[in-house]
Nanobody, 125 residues
Framework: QLQLVESGGGLVQPGGSLRLSCVAS????????IGWFRQAPGKEREGVSC????????SQAESANGRFFISRDNAKNTVYLQMNNLSPEDTAVYYC??????????????????WGRGTQVTVSS
């Protein structure tokens, strides 16, 4: 069974940092492009960042640029999202997703085939 499991979310103060992890089970991630998405209450799911299967290409949404950094360790079957200088506007459930395409292009949900269940990130003082 193909599964993605996110972890690392939690409550953090404004200006703080978190590192999210996405671990695959039942398959190896190294052939897949991976994306991170988030969904705040009452809002549509939006793309945050993506990384190609080799890790050689990444892309970030404008809201994440300069603050969020995506990386992957194929040996550990894990993709990470380092989030710095968090603000209350970053509060959302964060999801990782895998695409059969090895590339990182548009960070849109329709391009991704497998999804995790998400991890809650809350930024509040």
């Amino acid at each position: 069974q193909l599964q993605l499991v996110e972890s690392g979310g939690g409550l953090v103060q404004p200006g703080g940092s978190l590192r999210l992890s996405c671990v695959a089970s039942g398959f190896t991630l190294d052939g897949f492009g991976i994306g991170w998405f988030r969904q705040a209450p009452g809002k549509e799911r939006e793309g945050v960042s993506c990384i190609s299967s080799s890790g050689g290409s990444t892309s970030q949404a404008e809201s994440a640029n300069g603050r969020f950094f995506i990386s992957r360790d194929n040996a550990k079957n894990t993709v990470y999202l380092q989030m710095n200088n968090l603000s209350p506007e970053d509060t959302a459930v964060y999801y990782c997703a895998a695409s059969w395409s090895p590339y990182c292009s548009a960070i849109v949900p329709s391009e991704y085939d497998y999804w995790g269940r998400g991890t809650q990130v809350t930024v509040s003082s």
